[in-house]
């Protein structure tokens, strides 16, 4: 469990080890709170943290890794003047601050050092592969990195979610609707031949919320992703399937 941070489900605080001048948020607390949270009894306690990112955008890039506080879960650092410095994209669900004041009269400067919101993949050894792209194919990609490039450093999603249907608007493959949904698969009224839609991409749109998923496995109408959904799907939420960027072999999938 890490040694930077514990974790109050009573009080839904994340207190900051005396002495601690540096957290990473993805290890001392997205990391931290997992560790803490197969502890006995504190499952009982709401979700702390859910993170969004991986996403496999072009070339060898993906989407770096955000995490949200939910739940009114808040982070409060160690009695004393000091500064804190956090590295990674933290955000509360809702907005806010991720931070609560000391319980004592100190002053305690935060600083937060966040990521760009797309990293990269280097993989050792090979050639990475080859692969044609069609035309409608290479306007994606190209759509896809323009909004990506434009996008501020502060890791914000909701221009990717403003965007994501008009990135695929014009190169999607067969458009449905949600029927059932569970964790990681949902079930819709698209029926193709089993597996013929692996390794490529759903988008499910949720009212103004889109998010975008591989697809490991398709059997008839049934979809299993490679990530958890962030939200629970319902009935009738709009199914988009699309190509989608292998960067482990450099192809479209």
């Known amino acids: 469990m890490s040694s930077k941070a514990t974790f109050h489900g009573s009080s839904s605080l994340i207190v900051i080890t005396s ?34 990112g991986g996403d496999p955008t072009v070339g060898s890039s993906f989407l770096g890794a955000t995490f949200f506080l939910t739940n009114g879960w808040r982070i409060r650092s160690w009695e004393g003047t000091h500064e ?28 937060v050092q966040r990521s760009n919101l797309v990293d990269y993949l280097v993989l050792s050894g090979g050639s990475g592969g080859s692969g044609s792209f069609e035309t409608s ?9 323009t909004i990506v490039s434009n996008l501020p450093n502060s890791g914000t999603l909701s221009a990717i979610n403003s965007n994501i249907n008009s990135i695929h608007s014009a190169t999607f493959l067969k458009r449905g609707t949600v029927i059932a949904a569970g ?42 992703f490679d990530v958890d959904l962030p939200f629970t799907a319902v009935s009738g939420n ?15 999938g």
Do not use: C, H
């Open 19 to 52: 002495g601690t001048t540096s957290i990473d948020v993805k290890l001392d607390i997205y990391s931290g709170w997992k560790e803490w949270l197969v502890v006995s009894g504190n499952t009982n306690f709401l979700e702390a943290v859910r993170t969004v």
């Open 84 to 111: 804190l410095q956090v590295n990674g994209n933290l955000f509360v669900d809702g907005g806010g601050s991720p931070f609560v004041p000391t319980t004592g009269s100190y002053q305690v400067l935060i600083t």
């Open 137 to 145: 194919d290479r306007t994606m990609l190209t759509n896809i990195n």
């Open 183 to 224: 964790i990681n698969e949902i079930s819709s009224d698209i029926s193709s031949p089993n597996n013929y839609f692996n390794n490529m991409f759903a988008v499910i749109v949720s009212g103004s919320f889109s998010v975008s998923r591989k697809i490991i496995q398709q059997t008839a109408g049934v979809f299993t």
């Open 238 to 252: 709009q199914l988009i399937l699309v190509p989608g960027y292998n960067p482990t072999n450099g192809s479209i």
